[in-house]
Each structure stands twice: as structure tokens, then as C-alpha cells.
């Protein structure tokens, strides 16, 4: 022990005497351990850390698996889950959620409040007790039966000031009275974004379901579960599967080729984020490697120095063991200061990573740097300490005494040994950095990609905003139609407003479910039921996207309630449905309430181009549109197209809605080219970071080039001195200062790019339009990193040609 | 052949000007074998660096032969040296990780000349010299005396006319050492001019003139008793 203090106190001294180089090597180390502790806090609150409800591995997400269409996640109805809720043996409850934003009016502002539709039992599935009244009562879940609500602990907080009384009272949510039965405790936490679609709930409601055989094809919920104590998800599913497959032979119509997937709530929540997660986690993991070689190699270059003081040590009874332990801990010491410095980078660089990731990072544990995250930034510096200092130790312990206590001795053999570790060491660097440095250039090649992909309309000055009508105020289709199209009038009359037009669901806006159809003169065979999105808009909604029209017409002002009923069809499903013939006159029908036979046909009246819906990188799918008027809906988004900057012109819009209907919120306001960004945002977000990641990396490694070849060129002065008198001229000094570095960082890139070739293919699912071995990414970023490289070796290049012979001969 | 005319070497120090040559006036013919001697500090290195176009920071005139090097700039000179002068070092100054083959080469390879015609030439010279068999090892490998013997040969094999040794016995054994200095007489018997320093007088009879040195200035030139030690 006190030997170790006595080391300890030595290695402090050692370090104090070289303080270049201490801070040199605390602040690479500290860049690597900071970005790994960075990475590794967002990988604990996401993927380590328990989700924040009672016994949360027991809750599982039951979603729709519509076979024939390999739709794996799709929502589910009311009325089959009242089915799985009865006939189940494995869970303890199955209950259905889904999304609503209700305007609460009354105490104040109207406000648009994000809340979840719940249907029986969700409070059992979540363990979630209330800290005031009650939760809701199966009689509630019937329709007609369903206006009350429980509210969360912020939302009874901040609305109601945390009014005891409040149980009991009514408030307003879309403009209908709702009795508050409940006050959820503060502990209780809303189920994530991701299952939601859409910010952390406020207030709940039941689903209130009328549960009918006909409604089994109205999937429009989410089924989440509780496993019982000691069932696994693999017996849960086959239990599920017993159930579907009973379900399918009693409702073929609606059932036919349909099951079910069951994920832990974990898994769906966290799985997609996973694999990115952890190649950010691969690429620190680089970083920091490099980083251990820089100082490794800052090591050696030093232990050459100190070989006279090693052979004194070992000459006065220092077994090679004692020595080797005396350089790991100032080793280890230096990793430490590194972890330290690193702790700051790091709760500096996690609001940062955070920031850029506000759209890709569940917030449901915060990420912070706690203890875990404290105890992996100890045992990596501890790790790092001892991984980049023992190959130095055992080279500078690995001497020949009696050469280095000679003045002036050269001991040439280990000298050798120490350069071809430190050349190996500058490969190394050269080989990672490439490997990263790929990597972000394939994601940035996607996100060029993506950007040059044709969504099907023009982005450019599209503002867009929520505006869900109250169905107390508008309680059928002619008002609703009647607002939206007073609303268009006035916002299109605003100066600097082209046009404006409201759909169903904006692209980029979130899923949205297939609509069954039935085409005329096509029957219906059980499970192969056709089902296609379907647009609802207004005719200037295509106009103001720039919809692209192939065929016949688009909607007009007149295809309202007492027109023809119509719809257009994308070009994908009129080459899908009818191939070689012409659409056009071709009839369609959907399914209402009782089923499809009363419904009316609509005739095809045009053909427009694809859009892309749901995402940049997708293939292009069927599509229908369907005229607002013919088809109202109480929720609707606005889209304007505007010749000016779009957020210039929110304030006027809000106006113009306001002045119809004072008590109309909006929501969700953005531009369509934020929609498109926010779409590839995991994507940016993984580029963005490991594109930081691969310029440190570059830049670490070209300090390493540096070093090597500055350290090479000061102990081949003699060498060069010699090489000026036998007649070599500056450009020949140049050269060959030049090729020793270029022949390293050759090396090092074709290392690098095999390497690269296999890394990057876990880049795969991120990637688009660009191959995981694309030649073009990786000759580019080697060419980078070559030139980087040439310049790290020119400047000790120069030193060499200025080199004198007179005075390098006269040191030998 | 050389023609030394007030040649003059100093530094700027915080105290003003240190001389290190002071009006060295030298004329050397073709075929002379000179020795400049001296006490240390006397400037001997540094008077065979200007000659050997290595220092190129000095005062006076220079001529090889009818090439005034005081009025060539740095590439020029480096031209001419490679033309003219070879040079052999005390300390041997070969390179540890080249072979004695590519040692030998090393000079060649700064002259532009094709590379079978340097392997010829490395094999005449490996030949002449008698260290055939040594080719393929390094110079650690090699006793002083050899390790000498190849420096000279490195010197030679371009055919300098110019022969400049810097204490190219220092190192060695007396028997080594005149191994050395009958290699070099027999060089300038083959026409090679060379100069040497030396502080020995066995070794400084090898030559016709010494030249002695003392604080940078020529104090004395002698002929050299006939014949050698």
C-alpha cells in the first residue's frame, strides 16, 4: 500500500513536470471518455433503465397483424378486444388506447389538451391507482355512458389549482360536459409518444364502444396488456393465436388472414431506437480507441526519454514488474483526470445530444448523469488508464541497461520495436477514423438522397395546422363542411395566401389506417378484402399541394353532399386495380355503418400522382382521395400555401379562425418542410452525432500522424544530415518524410476500408438509396482523411528540410 | 582545383561576433593530399563544411575549379557538391536500418542515375573495396574498421574529385586506422584530391601539406615529411 502511494505521488510528480504533455493526453482521453459517457447516459435512461410503471416487463403491446399486406403494427378494434379480453388465459387484462386532443374549455383559455381514450381496465394494466375518487367503471365504457374523465396531477394542478373539490365537478371538453371522477397521483406516468402519437397525456376518457360484430373492421385502437405472473410473451402469443384463428372462422369477412404480435411495451417503445443507439455507442467506442492510441503513442515517444532514469531504477534492484507498475499508474492517473474532465464534456454534451434528439429520444426516464453513469465513467477511465498504458510500459521497461547508461548510447533494436508499435498505432488511428468517417458519409449521402426524393407535392411554403372541430358545435356534416369552408374563404383571401385547403391526414403527419373497399364488378372473397389509405379533403387541398394531375379531373366546388359521388385514385392503385385499363368511370365504395350495401358507389374522376404519405423512403402506395363535402369529418388539417416565409403568416390565419369561431384552438402548427425534416429525424440524428464523432476521430487521428512523424523526423535528424552531405536535396527530405507518413495512412485506409466494409452494414436500416460499401462515400472520405494526413506530415516534413547538416552531424 | 579567399565564419552572440574562421586564404591542386590539423575549436569541421558545400553561411570566395560556389545560390551548390565531393565522416554516419548494398547506393540514388547502372556500380565498388560478402548486412553487424571501410566506399562511389574526411580514423584501432589511410593513399594515387583532419601525425604524413588551424585562423602550412608512417 504505501509503495502505491509512493508511485501514486511519483506519478504526480511526473506529470507536473510535463504539463504539455499531461494536458495534451488528458484532453484526448477526456474527449473519449466524455463522448462515451455522453452516449452511454442516453443508452442507460433508454435502453437500461426499467420504464417508469409498476412491474413494467409484464406490460405488452397487442397490435394487428394484417398478414397479407405485412402490416405487423396495426391498430385493432374495439369489439375484437372485448373478444380477447373474455376468451384470453394469459393476460390479467387487455384493455385498448388511442389518442385524443379535446379542447377544455371554462377556467380560463380554451386549450387543446392532449389525452387518451381508455378503454376497460387500463388503470389495472398500469397498476395506476388515483390519488383522489376513482377510475372508470366498465358501465362507462358504453357509449352514451362515457362523459366523464380523470385527470392527471399536472393538468389538475396547473388548470384547477389543485381544487380539492374538484371530484364530481363537470368541465367542458369539446365544448360537452365531462364529469371529473378522478385525480391520477403525480407518480403515474403517460404512456410514451410513441404509442400515443402525440405529446404525454393530461386527461383520460373511456373509449366508449358500442362492441358490434360490424365495428370488427373499424381497427382504429391500440391494445396493450398485462401478462399474468410467470406467463411469457411466447405462451401469451401462442394463446393469441388460438383466439385469432377462432375469431377468423366466425368473422371470415372481417378476420380473414388477420392475428396478432405481441411486444413488450419496452420492446415497441424503445426497440426501433436500439440499433441506432448502440452503433453511436460502437462509434464512442472508436472515438475512444483512438484516443488511447494518440496517447499510447505519446507514451513511447516519452519512455525514450526516460530510458536513462528506467536503467538507473532497474540497476538499483527495481524488478521489470515494479517499473511496469510505476508507468501504469501514472497511466491510470491520466485516464482518471481524463474521466474527470470527460464528466464535464459530457453533462455539457448530453443537453446537447438531447437537443438534436428532441424528436428521436423517449423522455420517459430522464437521462442524467446519476450514479451508474457515474460508476462506467470510473471503471472506463480505470480501463482506459491501464488498455493504453500497458503496451508503453512493457516497451520502455524492455531496455538494455548498460546501452542506455552509456551517454549518448543508442539502443537501435528496441528503438525499432517502439516505431513499429507506434506506426501500428497511427495505422490503427488512420484505419478507425476511416471506418467512421464512412459511416457518417453513407448517412449523409442518405439524407442527399432522401432530400432529392419526389414526395408527390412541393414542400416549399406550406403551413399547416390542426383544426379539430368540437362535435358539440358542430354536430353533423353540413356545419362541420360549413367552417371549413367559411375558414378556406377568409384565409384565402388574406394577402400573401396562394391557396388553402384541409385534409383528413397531412403526409408526414402520422399513420393512418386503411379504409376497406369494395370496386364495382370485383367480388369479395373472405381475406381479400381490399383496403387502401383514403384522403378526405376539400378540392383546394390538391391545388395547394400541387398534387400533380394525370388524368381527368380534380374535385370541384361542385362535388358536395348533393353532387355525384366521386373520388380520385393515386396512379399506384389505378395501376394496381386496373392495369391497362382506364380508371376513369371506374366505381368504388366504402363500408359504413351496417356494412357496405346501402353505401353508395363513387366514380373515378381522375388519376393524380403518388405522394409520398408516411415516409420519404418508402415504396409508393395505393391512394384515395374523397371530397370533404361528400364525406365530413370533425377533424381536419389546414394546409396554406403561402408566398411569403409560412410562420409569417400564423398570426393572421389564427386571426381569421378566431373571428369564425373565438373558441377554435389550432395545434400542431408547422411548415411542411419541418413535417419533412422531423420524418428523417432519427436518421439526421444519428448522422449529425457520428459525424461529430468521426471529426474528432479525424482529428485525433491527424494529431497522431503528426506526432509520429514529428517524433520520426526529430530522431532521424542524424539520418538526414547524412542523407544533405551524400548530396540529398530538400524535396528529397521532403519525400521521404512524406512517403514514411503516406505509406502509414496508406496502410491505414486499406485496413480501414475493409473494416469499414463490414461496420457499415450495420448502418443498413438507416440507410437509403446508398449501399453499405458505396465506393464513392468511402473514396471520398479516404481522400479527406488523406489529405488531412498529408498535411499533419507536411508540417514536420518542412522541420526536416531545414534541417543543417553541419549541426545534426555534429550532435552524433 | 580549390580556391579559398578570405574566407571568413562567425556567429552573433549576446556578447557581439564569435570568429570561428577568420581571412582563410587556401589554394589546393588537383591531386594533393592535404591535412588540416588543429586543437579543438580551431575551426577544422567547420572550414571542411564550407568546403564541402554544407554551410553555406559565410564571407569570402569560393572557387571549385571555375565555379565561383560564393555566388551560387543553395540548389546550385548542392549540384556541384554532388559532382565534386564525397565525404567521410568519423562516426562512419552509415544508416542502421540500410543494408551495406544500400548504403552504398544512397548517394547514387540522389544523382538521377538509372537504377541497373547503380547496381552495377554498387557491385564494382563492393568489389574493389572487398566487401562483397558483406553486402546483406547492417552496419551494426560490421566491426569499426569495416563499418569505416564502407563509409569510404559510400564516398567514393560517385568518383568525387574531392575526397573530404573528417577524422575518418577516429574511431578505430591503430590497425584498423591504417587499413583506412592506405585506402586513402592509394585513392589519391589514383588522382582522388582529398583532404583529411586528423589529429594524428602518423596519419597527417599520409598527405603533402598540413595545413594547422588555432582559433580560426591559418597558422601554419608545412609540407609533410615524404612518404608514410
Known amino acids: 500500500m504505501e509503495t502505491l502511494w509512493q508511485d501514486i505521488r511519483y506519478a504526480v510528480r511526473m506529470l507536473g513536470k510535463s504539463p504539455a504533455f499531461t494536458l495534451i493526453a488528458v484532453l484526448t482521453l477526456a474527449l473519449g471518455i466524455g463522448a462515451n459517457t455522453a452516449i452511454f447516459s442516453v443508452l442507460d435512461a433508454v435502453l437500461i433503465k426499467s420504464l417508469p410503471y409498476r412491474d413494467p416487463s409484464r406490460i405488452a403491446m397487442v397490435w394487428g397483424d394484417e398478414r397479407d399486406r405485412g402490416n405487423q403494427r396495426s391498430q385493432v378494434s374495439a369489439t375484437d378486444v372485448a373478444d380477447w379480453r373474455t376468451q384470453n388465459h394469459v393476460f390479467e387484462d387487455v384493455t385498448t388506447v388511442s389518442g385524443w386532443t379535446p379542447v377544455l374549455t371554462g377556467n380560463g383559455e380554451p386549450e387543446r389538451v392532449p389525452a387518451v381514450i381508455v378503454g376497460d381496465g387500463f388503470f389495472n394494466v398500469m397498476r395506476a391507482r388515483p390519488l383522489l375518487g376513482r377510475t372508470f367503471l366498465p358501465e362507462e365504457q358504453i357509449d352514451g355512458k362515457d362523459q366523464v374523465t380523470i385527470l392527471t396531477y399536472g393538468l389538475w394542478q396547473r388548470r384547477f389549482g389543485g381544487d380539492a373539490k374538484i371530484i364530481g365537478q363537470f368541465i367542458l371538453l369539446n365544448a360537452r360536459p365531462h364529469q371529473v371522477i378522478g385525480v391520477m397521483s403525480p407518480e403515474f406516468q403517460s404512456l410514451p409518444f410513441r404509442i400515443l402519437d402525440g405529446p404525454a397525456a393530461e386527461l383520460y376518457r373511456p373509449v366508449g364502444e358500442n362492441y358490434e360484430d360490424n365495428e370488427r373492421s373499424s381497427r382504429h385502437l391500440r391494445a396493450i396488456?398485462?401478462?399474468?405472473?410467470?406467463?411469457?410473451?411466447?405462451?401469451?402469443?401462442?394463446?393469441?393465436?388460438?383466439?385469432?384463428?377462432?375469431?377468423?372462422?366466425?368473422?371470415?369477412?372481417?378476420?380473414?388472414?388477420?392475428?396478432?404480435?405481441?411486444?413488450?411495451?419496452?420492446?415497441?417503445?424503445?426497440?426501433?431506437?436500439?440499433?441506432?443507439?448502440?452503433?453511436?455507442?460502437?462509434?464512442?467506442?472508436?472515438v475512444l480507441l483512438i484516443a488511447c492510441a494518440n496517447v499510447a503513442n505519446l507514451l513511447l515517444?516519452?519512455?525514450?526519454?526516460?530510458?536513462?532514469e528506467i536503467a538507473i531504477r532497474a540497476a538499483l534492484g527495481a524488478g521489470r514488474s515494479r517499473l511496469v507498475r510505476q508507468f501504469l499508474t501514472e497511466s491510470v492517473l491520466l485516464g482518471l483526470a481524463g474521466g474527470i474532465l470527460g464528466l464535464l464534456l459530457a453533462t455539457?454534451?448530453?443537453?446537447?445530444?438531447?437537443?438534436?434528439?428532441?424528436?428521436?429520444?423517449?423522455?420517459?426516464?430522464?437521462?442524467?448523469?446519476?450514479?451508474?453513469?457515474l460508476g462506467f465513467t470510473a471503471l472506463l477511465s480505470l480501463f482506459t488508464g491501464v488498455f493504453f498504458g500497458v503496451a508503453p510500459a512493457l516497451h520502455a521497461t524492455h531496455t538494455d541497461l548498460i546501452e542506455s547508461l552509456k551517454e549518448g548510447g543508442r539502443t537501435s533494436s528496441a528503438g525499432a520495436a517502439r516505431n513499429r508499435l507506434r506506426s501500428s498505432l497511427v495505422v490503427s488511428e488512420v484505419a478507425l477514423a476511416l471506418v467512421l468517417l464512412a459511416s457518417s458519409g453513407l448517412l449523409v449521402r442518405t439524407l442527399l438522397r432522401l432530400r432529392e426524393v419526389n414526395p408527390g407535392f412541393n414542400p416549399a411554403n406550406l403551413l399547416t395546422m390542426n383544426v379539430h372541430l368540437s362535435t358539440a358545435k358542430y354536430p353533423d356534416g353540413p356545419h362541420q363542411v360549413a367552417f371549413y369552408n367559411q375558414m378556406i374563404d377568409r384565409i384565402q383571401a388574406l394577402p400573401g395566401v396562394k391557396s388553402a385547403g384541409v385534409v383528413q391526414v397531412l403526409p408526414m403527419g402520422g399513420n393512418f389506417d386503411g379504409r376497406g373497399i369494395q370496386i364495382a364488378d370485383r367480388p369479395v372473397l373472405p381475406g381479400q378484402e381490399f383496403s387502401t389509405p383514403t384522403y378526405i379533403a376539400t378540392p383546394g387541398y390538391l391545388r395547394t399541394l400541387e398534387i400533380l394531375l394525370r388524368q381527368g379531373r380534380l374535385f370541384t366546388e361542385h362535388d358536395d353532399a348533393t353532387g355525384?359521388?366521386?373520388?380520385?385514385?393515386?396512379?399506384?392503385?389505378?395501376?394496381?386495380?386496373?392495369?391497362?385499363?382506364?380508371?376513369?368511370?371506374?366505381?368504388?365504395?366504402?363500408?359504413?355503418?351496417?356494412?357496405?350495401?346501402?353505401?353508395?358507389?363513387?366514380?373515378?374522376?381522375?388519376?393524380?400522382?403518388?405522394?409520398?404519405?408516411?415516409?420519404?423512403?418508402?415504396?409508393?402506395?395505393t391512394q384515395l382521395y374523397v371530397p370533404e363535402a361528400q364525406f365530413p369529418v370533425s377533424w381536419m388539417t389546414l394546409v396554406v400555401r403561402t408566398e411569403q416565409r409560412p410562420e409569417s403568416l400564423l398570426s393572421a390565419v389564427r386571426a381569421q379562425i378566431h373571428s369564425l369561431d373565438p373558441d377554435q384552438a389550432v395545434f400542431q402548427v408547422a411548415t411542411m418542410d419541418q413535417l419533412l425534416a422531423d420524418s428523417i429525424a432519427l436518421r439526421r440524428f444519428v448522422m449529425l452525432l457520428l459525424a461529430s464523432f468521426a471529426a474528432v476521430a479525424l482529428l485525433l487521428a491527424a494529431v497522431g500522424i503528426y506526432g509520429v512523424i514529428a517524433y520520426s523526423v526529430s530522431q532521424r535528424t542524424h539520418e538526414i544530415g547524412v542523407r544533405m552531405a551524400l548530396g540529398a536535396q530538400a524535396r528529397d527530405v521532403l519525400g521521404l518524410v512524406m512517403g514514411q507518413g503516406l505509406i502509414l495512412v496508406a496502410v491505414g485506409l486499406v485496413l480501414g476500408a475493409v473494416a469499414g466494409m463490414v461496420m457499415t452494414r450495420l448502418l443498413d436500416s438507416l440507410l437509403f438509396g446508398v449501399g453499405a460499401g458505396d465506393a464513392v462515400t468511402f473514396a471520398s472520405v479516404a481522400l479527406l482523411l488523406a489529405i488531412i494526413a498529408m498535411l499533419a506530415c507536411y508540417i514536420p516534413a518542412r522541420r526536416a528540410m531545414r534541417v543543417d547538416p553541419m549541426v545534426a552531424l555534429r550532435y552524433e | 582545383?580549390?580556391?579559398?579567399?578570405?574566407?571568413?565564419?562567425?556567429?552573433?552572440?549576446?556578447?557581439?561576433?564569435?570568429?570561428?574562421?577568420?581571412?582563410?586564404?587556401?589554394?589546393?591542386?588537383?591531386?594533393?593530399?592535404?591535412?588540416?590539423?588543429?586543437?579543438?575549436?580551431?575551426?577544422?569541421?567547420?572550414?571542411?563544411?564550407?568546403?564541402?558545400?554544407?554551410d553555406g553561411a559565410w564571407k569570402g570566395e569560393y572557387y571549385v575549379e571555375d565555379h565561383a560556389v560564393h555566388k551560387l545560390d543553395n540548389r546550385h551548390r548542392v549540384e556541384l557538391h554532388k559532382k565534386y565531393i564525397g565525404f567521410v565522416f568519423q562516426q562512419y554516419h552509415l544508416l542502421d536500418h540500410l543494408t551495406v548494398a544500400e548504403n552504398l547506393d544512397l548517394p547514387l540514388s540522389y544523382r538521377d542515375i538509372k537504377k541497373s547502372e547503380?547496381?552495377?556500380?554498387?557491385?564494382?565498388?563492393?568489389?574493389?573495396?572487398?566487401?562483397?560478402?558483406?553486402?546483406?548486412?547492417?552496419?551494426?553487424?560490421?566491426?569499426?574498421?569495416?563499418?569505416?571501410?564502407?563509409?569510404?566506399?559510400?564516398?567514393?562511389?560517385?568518383?568525387?574529385?574531392?575526397?573530404?574526411?573528417?577524422?575518418?580514423?577516429?574511431?578505430?584501432?591503430?590497425?584498423?586506422?591504417?587499413?583506412?589511410?592506405?585506402?586513402?593513399?592509394?585513392?589519391?594515387?589514383?588522382?582522388?584530391?582529398?583532404?583529411?583532419?586528423?589529429h594524428n601525425d602518423a596519419w597527417a604524413a599520409y598527405g603533402n601539406r598540413i595545413i594547422q588551424l588555432a582559433d580560426g585562423w591559418i597558422v601554419e602550412t608545412t609540407e609533410a615529411k615524404a612518404s608514410k608512417a
Open chain 1, 301 to 308: 515517444a516519452r519512455s525514450t526519454t526516460r530510458q536513462k
Open chain 2, 118 to 198: 547503380r547496381t552495377a556500380m554498387v557491385a564494382d565498388v563492393l568489389d574493389r573495396f572487398q566487401i562483397v560478402g558483406k553486402k546483406d548486412l547492417y552496419p551494426n553487424q560490421l566491426s569499426g574498421g569495416q563499418q569505416q571501410l564502407v563509409a569510404v566506399a559510400r564516398a567514393v562511389i560517385g568518383n568525387p574529385k574531392l575526397l573530404l574526411a573528417d577524422e575518418p580514423t577516429g574511431s578505430l584501432h591503430s590497425s584498423q586506422g591504417k587499413m583506412i589511410m592506405d585506402l586513402l593513399k592509394h585513392l589519391n594515387e589514383q588522382g582522388t584530391t582529398i583532404i583529411q583532419v586528423t
Open chain 2, 1 to 54: 582545383m580549390i580556391k579559398l579567399t578570405d574566407i571568413e565564419k562567425f556567429y552573433e552572440t549576446g556578447a557581439g561576433k564569435t570568429w570561428v574562421l577568420r581571412r582563410i586564404n587556401l589554394d589546393i591542386r588537383e591531386g594533393e593530399f592535404i591535412t588540416i590539423m588543429g586543437p579543438s575549436g580551431a575551426g577544422k569541421s567547420t572550414l571542411m563544411g564550407i568546403i564541402g558545400m554544407l
Open chain 1, 225 to 286: 396488456a398485462r401478462l399474468k405472473p410467470g406467463v411469457t410473451l411466447d405462451q401469451a402469443q401462442a394463446d393469441m393465436e388460438v383466439i385469432v384463428r377462432r375469431l377468423e372462422r366466425e368473422h371470415p369477412r372481417t378476420n380473414t388472414n388477420y392475428g396478432v404480435r405481441l411486444v413488450t411495451l419496452r420492446e415497441d417503445t424503445v426497440g426501433s431506437l436500439r440499433p441506432a443507439l448502440l452503433l453511436l455507442f460502437g462509434a464512442v467506442g472508436l
Open chain 1, 348 to 373: 455539457w454534451s448530453v443537453s446537447l445530444i438531447l437537443a438534436l434528439g428532441a424528436k428521436v429520444i423517449p423522455s420517459l426516464n430522464s437521462v442524467d448523469i446519476d450514479l451508474p453513469v
Open chain 1, 564 to 621: 355525384e359521388k366521386v373520388v380520385l385514385v393515386n396512379k399506384a392503385f389505378a395501376r394496381q386495380i386496373w392495369p391497362g385499363e382506364n380508371p376513369l368511370g371506374k366505381q368504388i365504395r366504402f363500408p359504413g355503418r351496417g356494412g357496405w350495401e346501402n353505401q353508395p358507389w363513387r366514380t373515378v374522376v381522375g388519376v393524380v400522382g403518388d405522394v409520398k404519405q408516411s415516409r420519404l423512403d418508402g415504396p409508393d402506395e
